[in-house]
């Protein structure tokens, strides 16, 4: 009998029951909320029923909050407003634990939980957010689900999922100067396309990835959704239980070498079969830049904007062409030739602290020539960024240090780009319109993104560092 995966050893621990057409019944260790979650809350109070399991979840404000203020009240628009400040009532009335506004562990919901330690290996864990597949960096399953389920989740602490296929992406090779976790899932999203991890929860493996640090895994994860994949995970090693160790929701004592044992036998055997399997080349990975309105349109930052008569596929080469139109780009234009508007460096996948360090080291002594804003990824990365005086550098490159919040990422705080503008974003989406009506998102790493701010095109990181 085959050995088993890192996947399959937590699913099914979790299994309640199965039922006919492959659905499973599986129980959920750790919920996050956010301030997104006020809809399962009103249905909670709807059908007269309590949050089961409320020592187990837990909530910050993210999606609504200002970053360019304190005051919840600069919220611009009165509904979002009334929405980042319902969270308050419902975890009081619910009893849910809170990371509220002004708190310096409030932040971004996928920051937040790593950093508490509410994110363990071996656990499921979910949120209504898409972008939950990032704690599955630390060795376990996690899952965005949509508001009734979110609901579900609250009142019966499980949920029915229908079990997915398993992918092994391995990524051997060492990754060169100034390339991140970030360039390495747009390249795994470039070589295996948007849609190339669809009905399979995703292992990354392989010596690149082993050697990228926790706060690398945590941004390969969290991508792992841009590759059609609810579920991304690195099995648990030295560097993630050392990442672990001391949290505040993190087991201790005799509990932490009881849970040490049981992390230690989870990475997959080697024996493990995976439905499908896919390489890529760490050696040649470059730092990457998108352009179009997928992850998948992505080129190193060396390269030109392709163009579509070489596409065989003419459905790609019809998605092609309508991109390049919507971002006003053409083909054969060199990627160091396009300049941007602004700069965002923030999101749930490059706002943590070895994020904000390696943007200031491109930063430092150099200004800004583009508007540029910079959100940590909760109060405490704040405050640690403050401490190294991260926060001084930027604000002496003219760039903007702001509250911690999802920010321009998702477009529903106030922080947009205007109709036509076009941006070098840390986020992880670069859907038309996601930072706001007509705008034009390219995703990059934090130091390709502070190296745009300070050069107004896109340029070679690699290049600045070396001056």
Known sequence: MAG????EKIWDRHVIAEREGGQSLVYIDRHLCHD???????QLREHGRDVRRPAQTFA????????GSTDLRDVPDPRAHEISTAIDKNCADFGVMLFPWGDDRQGIAHVVGPEQGITLPGIMLCCGDSHTS????????????GASEVAHVMATQCIWQRRPKTMRITVDGELGFGVTGKDVIIAIIRQI???????????????????LSMEGRLTLCNMTIEAGSRIGMVAPDDKTLEYVKGRPYAPSGANWDKAEAFWRSL???D??????????????IAPMVTWGNSPQWAAPVTDIIPDPSSEADMEKRAEMVDTLDYMDLKPGTAITDIKVDKVFI?????????????AAAVAKGRRAVVSTLISPGSGLVKKQAEAEGLDKIFTDAGMEWRMPGCSMCVGMNGDLLEPGERSASTSNRNFRGRQGQGSRTHLVSPAMAAAAAVTGTFADVRKLMED
Do not use: M, Q, W
């Not at 088993?4 to 996947?7: I, Q």
């Not at 910050?60 to 970053?67: A, F, I, L, S, V």
């Not at 024996?271 to 040649?284: L, Q, R, S």
């Not at 923030?346 to 390696?358: K, M, P, Q, V």
């Open 36 to 42: 997104g979650s006020f809809n399962a809350f009103g």
């Open 60 to 67: 910050t404000p993210d999606h609504y909050t200002p970053t």
């Open 193 to 211: 396309s948007a849609a190339g991890g669809t009905g399979h929860a995703i292992e990354y493996a392989g010596s690149a990835i082993r050697n």
């Open 267 to 269: 990475p997959s055997d």
């Open 271 to 284: 024996d493990a079969v995976f439905d499908t399997e896919h390489t890529v080349d760490g050696n040649a």
């Open 346 to 358: 923030g999101s749930c996948t490059n706002a943590r602290i070895e994020d904000l360090r390696s």
């Open 134 to 145: 990032t704690h599955g960096a630390l060795g376990c399953i996690s899952f965005g689900i």
């Open 4 to 7: 088993k995966t890192l996947f």
